[in-house]
């Protein structure tokens, strides 16, 4: 899968659309990984098509919280996407906001993912360290089994999307840490 979209009209897109430096932060990290992903599962000709999934795929997450995934069309249409971008945008909600199925393999991906990334931000905000670096699998399945921590984090979707790709948890686990560790550093510094 191409798409035509530039990662300047992707970024200028959500940043027209998400002001909050948290909801940044999200969508460079989602893209980091995305990006990483491509790679690690030999998409690498992909790349850049999973990474502005990743990057676009909360676009209409703070301004329409209500129509999430549903305005998202309309958004992304401003900088003329592909019908395939839309749909890797839209099945990520799938079965919370949509019923777009996620069918590839990256769609499955930014599924299981959308949701992990944001736990383990927030374990990573409880470290000393505030770093994935030094962050171990052990360590985020005791967070992911403590609901209370960050409740917002769907464990439910993390689980069905380990179970879309084919995979443990602990896989999951384990590679999607291994893709923050990825980009970190150049998340931070482009925020």
């Given at each position: 899968m191409e798409t035509k979209v530039t990662r300047e009209q992707a970024l200028a897109l959500l940043k027209k659309y998400n002001q909050e430096p948290f909801h940044l932060l999200h969508g460079?990290?989602?893209?980091?990984?995305?990006?990483?992903?491509?790679?690690?599962?030999?998409?690498g000709e992909?790349?850049?098509?999973?990474?502005?999934?990743?990057?676009?795929?909360?676009?209409?997450?703070?301004?329409y919280p209500e129509e999430h995934c549903v305005k998202a069309p309309e958004l992304l249409a401003e900088i003329h996407a592909e019908e395939a971008l839309i749909h890797a945008v839209v099945s990520h909600g799938y079965g919370l906001v949509t019923q777009v199925?996620?069918?590839?393999?990256?769609?499955?991906?930014?599924?299981?993912?959308?949701?992990?990334?944001?736990?383990?931000?927030?374990?990573?905000?409880?470290?000393?360290?505030?770093s994935v670096m030094d962050l171990e699998v052990s360590s985020l399945k005791k967070k992911f089994k403590d609901k209370r921590f960050a409740a917002g984090c769907s464990r439910d979707v993390i689980r069905q999307g380990a179970e879309l790709l084919?995979?443990?948890?602990?896989?999951?686990?384990?590679?999607?840490?291994?893709?923050?560790?990825?980009?970190?550093?150049?998340?931070?510094?482009e925020l």
């Open positions: 460079l990290t989602v893209e980091a990984v995305m990006e990483w992903y491509a790679k690690e599962l030999s998409y992909e790349a850049h098509f999973w990474a502005m999934a990743g990057l676009l795929h909360d676009v209409d997450f703070e301004k199925k996620p069918e590839h393999q990256m769609e499955k991906v930014l599924f299981a993912t959308d949701e992990l990334t944001g736990l383990i931000g927030a374990a990573v905000r409880m470290r000393p360290s505030k084919g995979w443990e948890l602990e896989e999951l686990f384990e590679k999607t840490i291994q893709a923050m560790r990825s980009c970190e550093k150049r998340v931070q510094e």
